[in-house]
C-alpha cells in the first residue's frame, strides 16, 4: 500500500472527527517515527503522552508477546493474576487506594464520576466542580466536565451537575461550592488547556477546603501521571493527596488502558453490578502496565525525567532569550513543557512538521514540548535545533 492508498481508504471509510497532519507512519522505536515512504521523524508529542517510554520500548513489547499465546483476555468475573499484581503496585506507589481498569482516560474519568454519585446521593450531593480550560475526555460526561465550551457547546443537551471556576483561584473555587457540591476535579498540570502548573499553596488550601467540607478531591493525571513530571504522579510534587485519581496514557506504554485509584472507604462503594469494563484490566493490558513500571523502575526514568527536563527547559529558556518578539514564556513541570508564543502556533508547528520535529500546538499559541521520559539528551539537541532554525524563519 502506498501513501495515496493509505489516505484514500480513511476518506472513503473513516468518520472525519480528526484533523490530520497528512502524514502515514508504519514504525516506531523510542523517540524516533518511521513513515510509509521510510523518512525518520524525530517524535517530541509521542501519541498524545500514550507512549510516554518512546515507541515500542522493548519492556512493553516483550511483556505483549509473551502473554499474548498465554492469556490475553478473560472477562473480569474470574480472577487472572496479573490484575491485581499490578492493582497492587500502583496502590503501593499512590496513596493505598483500590483500582478500577477501564481503557482510556476518558472512561477512567467516568468512573470517577460514577463513583462521586454513589458517594454524594447518599448525603444528597452530585456537583462536581471542575476548571476552566481543564480537559476530561469525549464522553457526554466527561466532555460536560471539561471546562472549555468549545468542547461540550455542539452535544446539549448535557448531563447536570457540573460547574466550572478559573483555575488556580482559590477564593473563586470556595464561592462555588455548594451544598450539593460532592467533588472538585483538578489536573495537576493542565495538558490541553495550555501547561499551566497548579500553584501549591492553592492544591494545598483546595485540599483543606474539601476536607472540611466532606468534598472528594480528584486528580486528574491522564496526562501528567506515570512520571511525565518527574515523579510517578504529578500530585506528589504538591504535598497534598487526592481521594480519587485517574490514569491512562502513559500508563499501558501504548496499549490502551486507563485506571481509577479511589480510597479504600470511598472505592468500597462500587459493589458488585454498579460498574464494568469488558476489556478493562485484561491480562494483556496488564502485563503491559507492569512493563511499563518495571522500564520507570530499571531505567531510572524518574531521575531521567528530572535531568533531561531540566536541560530541556535550559534549552528552551535559551530560545526565548534568541526570540523575545515570539517567545513569550517557558512552563511546564518535567517533561511536560510548553512554549508559549506572542502569535498562532500552526505555523511553526508545520515548519517543524517539514523539518521531521512532531511536536504539537494547544490553546492556540501554546506549544506542547512532551518527549517521551526516557528522551536523551542528544535527542533534546537534536529538537531544540529544529526549534530554532524554525523560530528564525518566522517572518
Ligand atoms: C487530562 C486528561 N484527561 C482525560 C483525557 C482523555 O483521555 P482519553 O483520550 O484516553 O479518553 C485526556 C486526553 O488528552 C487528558 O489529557
Known sequence: MNREEVIKNYN?????????????????????????????????????????????????????????????????????PWQGLLAKKLSELSFGGKVFF?????????????????????????????????FHGRTLATVTMTGQPKYYEPFR?????????????????????????????????????????????????????????????????????????????????????????TLAKTLGGGF???????????????????????????????????????????ENLLENVNKAGAYLRKKLYSLKEKYPGIVRRIKGLGVMLAIELDRDGAELVNACLQKRLLINCTHGNVLRIMPSIAVTGEEIDEATKILDECLAGIK
Open 256 to 298: 490502551p488502558v486507563g485506571a481509577m485509584i479511589a480510597r479504600k472507604d470511598i472505592a468500597e462503594l462500587m459493589g458488585p453490578g454498579t460498574h464494568a469494563s469488558t476489556f478493562g484490566g485484561s491480562p494483556l493490558a496488564c502485563v503491559a502496565c507492569l512493563g511499563v513500571l518495571d522500564a520507570i523502575e530499571k
Open 157 to 245: 443537551p448535557l448531563p447536570t451537575g457540573f460547574g466550572y471556576v478559573p483555575f488556580n483561584d482559590f477564593g473563586a473555587l470556595e464561592k462555588a461550592v455548594d451544598a450539593q457540591t460532592v467533588a472538585v476535579i483538578i489536573e495537576p498540570v493542565q495538558g490541553e488547556g495550555g501547561i499551566n502548573v497548579a500553584d501549591r499553596e492553592y492544591l494545598k488550601k483546595v485540599e483543606t477546603l474539601c476536607k472540611e467540607k466532606d468534598i472528594l478531591l480528584i486528580f486528574d493525571e491522564v496526562q501528567t501521571g506515570f512520571g511525565r513530571t518527574g515523579k510517578l504522579f504529578a500530585y506528589q510534587h504538591f504535598g497534598v493527596i487526592p481521594d480519587i485519581m
Open 12 to 80: 472513503d471509510y473513516i468518520i472525519g472527527s480528526y484533523t490530520k497532519t497528512g502524514l502515514v507512519f508504519v514504525k516506531g522505536k523510542g523517540s524516533y517515527l518511521w513513515d510509509i515512504d521510510g523518512k525518520k521523524y524525530l517524535d517530541f508529542f509521542p501519541g498524545w503522552a500514550v507512549s510516554g517510554l518512546g515507541h515500542c520500548h522493548p519492556s512493553v513489547v516483550e511483556a505483549i508477546k509473551a502473554q499474548s499465546s498465554l492469556l490475553i483476555h478473560i472477562a473480569n468475573n474470574h480472577y487472572h
Open 102 to 134: 477501564c481503557n482510556s482516560g476518558a472512561e477512567a474519568n467516568e468512573a470517577a464520576i460514577k463513583l462521586t454519585r454513589l458517594y454524594g446521593n447518599k448525603r444528597g450531593r452530585y456537583r462536581i466542580i471542575s476548571m476552566e480550560n481543564s
